[in-house]
């Protein structure tokens, strides 16, 4: 039809059709971009301002949950106020903020009660009217599990969705006056983690979940691995952790797939005293060394110092293993960000997100997440 229509036209109409489609497909572009990129962040570095256009949501990591309610002290009040000063180049950038976080107690005793609850959705709802922020992300990890070493009780698994239910009514109180939407989600994690998450009853008061589909591997575990793997490894044991794992568990939960934005890691973790076999992947190991943030892998271990970079195509993960060392690092790289953008987009899920924005300064973990998604 338009190629009849481009013949007949004059070259103003055309000219005009032009324009107009090239708007229109613009538009239908963005309305039709149903991925989308979320970054936890704990500050903010100035030379990252310039992506910021790449990123659809920042989640500033954390409030604090103190006496039952959520709060904001006066230095993390000014980092969020930096995320959200963002906003202003950037309209459609939403800047919500996490409660929570490893470790962090008070969830199972908040939760315990009725007053408790309300207690917790109100001053959540509270604090994101007067900071002017777009939404609460709850980081509770985990309900029903001590392993953080927080208090937990047999009642967190209905207690958390009574909880969400409260907070969800909470920001809908508080949107209709404000006249915008308070979106809330959650991090959460999968496997065994989620032994006392109701995901039925949880899935329709949250706007998308944020997958933890990372530290499947740390200092807890028996051995080495893909801490951040796609797909399982040939050498893992038994129901060990992966992202399609932990997606495939929601989506069995009736989760859309559109609610499941999966997790990348801006950093890796080093093992040392590894057993040799198979270049330390899946071995048992001695003890878990540290934590190395994207700039510091590249500038000092993949092919440095005798850190030889190994690509695990099962997993669509990359790993490193020092043979004279016997250290070994798994890790997130361009090419297993790439590996996921495929898959979110194979699965038609919501999208990415990451921890954390400050472990990626010149940003190229993030122009993988990008390029991945408009490939």
Request: net charge negative; glycine share 8%; hydrophobic share 40%.
């Amino acid at each position: 039809m338009h190629h009849m229509f481009f013949r007949r036209a004059t070259r103003w109409a055309v000219g005009l059709f032009v324009l107009f489609a090239l708007s229109g497909a613009a538009i239908a572009a963005d309305a039709a971009s149903p991925y989308r990129i979320v970054g936890y962040a704990t500050g903010w570095d100035p030379a990252q301002t310039k992506d910021v256009g790449k990123i659809d949501t920042l989640i500033f990591a954390f409030a604090q949950l103190k006496d039952g309610r959520v709060v904001l002290d006066e230095d993390r009040a000014k980092t969020l106020q930096t995320l959200l000063a963002l906003k202003s180049a950037n309209p459609k950038l939403k800047v919500t903020v996490s409660v929570g976080g490893w470790s962090v107690g008070g969830f199972s005793e908040a939760a315990s009660s009725e007053a408790g609850r309300r207690q917790f959705a109100d001053t959540a709802a509270q604090m994101l009217a007067t900071q002017h922020a777009d939404g609460l992300d709850v980081d509770w990890e985990y309900p029903g599990h001590h392993e953080s070493g927080i208090r937990f009780s047999p009642d967190d698994k209905a207690n958390f969705t009574l909880l969400l239910k409260a907070v969800r009514a909470s920001l809908d109180r508080t949107g209709q006056k404000d006249g915008k939407h308070y979106s809330l989600s959650v991090a959460i994690a999968d496997g065994p983690f989620v032994s006392a998450v109701d995901i039925p009853a949880i899935n329709p008061l949250l706007d998308w979940f944020n997958l933890m589909t990372y530290d499947f591997v740390n200092s807890n575990t028996p051995t080495t691995g893909h801490h951040t793997g796609l797909h399982a490894s040939p050498l893992i044991k038994g129901d060990g952790r992966t992202t399609d794992r932990a997606v495939q568990q929601f989506l069995a939960a009736g989760v859309p797939p559109k609610k499941l934005v999966i997790g990348a890691a801006l950093y890796g973790r080093e093992f040392a005293d590894v057993h040799a076999d198979h270049d330390g992947l899946y071995q048992p190991y001695g003890h878990f060394v540290n934590m190395l943030a994207w700039p510091d892998l590249k500038a000092h271990y993949i092919d440095k110092q005798g850190y030889v970079r190994h690509w695990d195509d099962v997993a669509k993960a990359p790993w490193l293993w020092n043979a004279k060392t016997h250290h070994f690092i798994t890790y997130d790289d361009p090419q297993s960000i790439a590996a996921k953008m495929a898959y979110i987009k194979a699965q038609h899920l919501g999208g990415i997100m990451y921890w954390e924005q400050t472990n990626d300064p010149a940003d190229e973990l993030l122009d993988a997440m990008w390029k991945g998604l408009h490939d």
